[in-house]
């Protein structure tokens, strides 16, 4: 068998039943404490016919990604962020690129501080970190739609109010109080309503932005030289 030399319809039948016998088999999960190095992911690739490099590529763009973060009030996405981990620390000049990315992307001028190795970048609500880290910098991003907060938590506030009028007039059977409660009841739904139709469109530019900014980061501080 090892001899044998297959035509070409034949290696693409061998191929196409041992894929399918492969999908088939049980697979190994890595436990949580488990995981493969670059030059282990790199072999496997290239037992498969995937170029070293473009394992690299495709590790370097995971790793520039980052962690999406986000915090939820009732259900509702209120503020978004993105961590991102560097291999080693910005230059100054990567800072100052970084600072003119962020003015552009955001279309803010912005506040620029340094607190000893501490940096930062903020525009009211919009916040961008720079910190220390034992192997190079972590740069943080986040921020919060202020108002669509402020509008849902008034909501759940009259909401409450109303629920509270409610029953004091269903207990006390005062028709005035029903009245106001229904119309508190209709101001909560409109602050609820208006707050959290603000926040979808919102949360996506405000990922994709991060994410735009991030990668940039990446690119261009593989284009310098490591700081000496």
């Not at 943080?140 to 759940?156: D, S």
């Not at 207990?171 to 309503?193: P, Q, R, T, V």
Request: charged share 20%.
């Amino acid at each position: 068998m090892t001899d044998r030399r297959f035509n070409e319809d034949e290696v693409a039948e061998i191929f196409r039943q041992a894929t399918e016998a492969q999908q088939q088999a049980p697979q190994r999960h890595l436990s949580s404490g488990e995981g493969l190095t670059l030059a282990e992911i790199q072999e496997i690739g290239q037992q498969v016919g995937i170029a070293p490099e473009l394992v690299v590529r495709a590790a370097t763009s995971l790793a520039t990604a980052g962690t999406e973060t986000s915090r939820s009030l009732v259900g509702f996405t209120i503020g978004v962020g993105r961590t991102i981990e560097l291999d080693r620390k910005l230059t100054e000049a990567e800072w100052e690129q970084l600072v003119v990315d962020l003015r552009e992307t955001f279309d803010a001028r912005g506040t620029v501080r340094q607190d000893g190795s501490f940096r930062q970048w903020t525009n009211g609500n919009l916040q961008v970190l720079l910190e220390p880290t034992p192997t190079g910098q972590r740069v943080r991003f986040r921020t919060v739609k202020a108002n669509a907060r402020a509008l849902i938590t008034g909501g759940l506030i009259t909401a409450g109010l109303a629920a509270a009028m409610a029953l004091v007039g269903v207990i006390g059977g005062a028709h005035n109080n029903m009245a106001i409660a229904a119309n508190m009841a209709a101001i909560a739904a409109a602050e609820l309503a208006i707050g959290a139709m603000q926040l979808p469109g919102w949360a996506r530019l405000r990922r994709k932005q991060m994410e735009e900014v991030a990668q940039r980061l990446a690119t261009a501080q593989s284009l310098l030289p490591p700081p000496k």
